[in-house]
């Protein structure tokens, strides 16, 4: 059984910070890459930021600077450090790595959390 589960959302204000987590059970997150996605409400879901198995990292222009995405491969965990916080920020946001037979992220067949609620807001 694959699972995703992200944690760490919350309501934070504008300018504020969380990290949040995404543990994997039943795949080895280390040797795909993974990646951290977003939808707010009434949006598509777009992709936040990127990880490689070798730790290479790619960031959406709007998040440039203000998060940071890491492993910790012995823990099977994915972070997203989100500092800088902006009411545009607020979504749902989702973990991701690709299927077994793929190396596409987002891409087919592709293993997703059920989400955690990011909302920034004074």
């Known amino acids: 059984q694959v699972q995703l589960v992200e944690s760490g959302g919350g309501l934070v204000q504008p300018g504020g910070s969380l990290r949040l987590s995404c543990v994997a059970s039943?795949?080895?997150?280390?040797?795909?890459?993974a990646g951290w996605y977003r939808q707010a409400s009434g949006k598509e879901r777009e992709l936040v930021a990127s990880i490689t198995s070798s730790g290479s990292t790619n960031y959406a222009d709007f998040v440039k600077g203000r998060f940071t995405i890491s492993r910790d491969n012995a823990k099977n965990t994915v972070y997203l450090q989100m500092n800088n916080l902006k009411p545009e920020d607020t979504a749902v946001y989702y973990c991701s790595r690709p299927g077994a037979a793929s190396n596409v992220l987002g891409g087919r067949n592709s293993y997703w959390g059920q989400g955690t609620q990011v909302t920034v807001s004074s």
């Open positions: 039943g795949i080895i997150f280390s040797i795909k890459s």
